[in-house]
């Protein structure tokens, strides 16, 4: 424990932040910002350029939630996915309209992974890959199934195979 008296005034987790928050590493980070806004519709809420022009720290918000951005440095050890040949991290976006989204992120130049599709845990799911090597699931809800509805789909599923 710190035992630097804290200030009561300041929130221990900042106003917007969530306990969890994706930090992610790209080869051009501030070009993965300029590519979140078209893909996603993410609003960049800051940035800090170091003194080499390599994104030192960047922050955008997508819906309700922050994303951090630092570009990869080796000098740092800090690799993105593309120096260690993927990444097993997937990001998961909730939204209105996977269908429309999937779509606005192809235009943008992201990869389809899997098309979308109604899922048996009652969502509509898809996946892309960014540019720089981040997988992202975007999905809407559209079905409320109890946890025995979703087992049997998913039995039905492994079933047909």
């Not at 606005?104 to 799911?125: I, S």
């Amino acid at each position: 424990m710190n035992s630097a008296k804290q200030n009561t005034d300041v929130k221990p987790v900042p106003e917007g932040m969530h306990t969890v928050t994706p930090h992610l590493v790209c080869d051009g980070a501030a070009d993965a910002m300029a590519f979140y806004e078209k893909a996603f519709g993410a609003v960049e809420q800051m940035r800090m350029p170091g003194p080499n022009g390599r994104l030192m720290h960047g922050c955008i918000k997508i819906g309700d939630s922050q994303v951090m951005l630092v570009d990869a440095n080796s000098d740092c050890g800090i690799q993105g996915p593309k120096e260690l040949s993927g990444s097993p991290v997937t990001l998961h976006l909730q939204v209105e309209d996977a269908d429309a989204l999937i779509e606005q992120a192809v235009a943008a130049g992201a990869t389809l992974k899997m098309p979308v599709t109604d899922m048996f845990w009652g969502d509509r799911y898809g996946q892309v890959e960014d540019p720089f090597g981040h997988c992202w699931a975007i999905a809407t809800h559209v079905r409320d199934l109890s946890l025995e509805e979703i087992q049997e789909g998913m039995q039905a599923m492994f079933s047909q195979g």
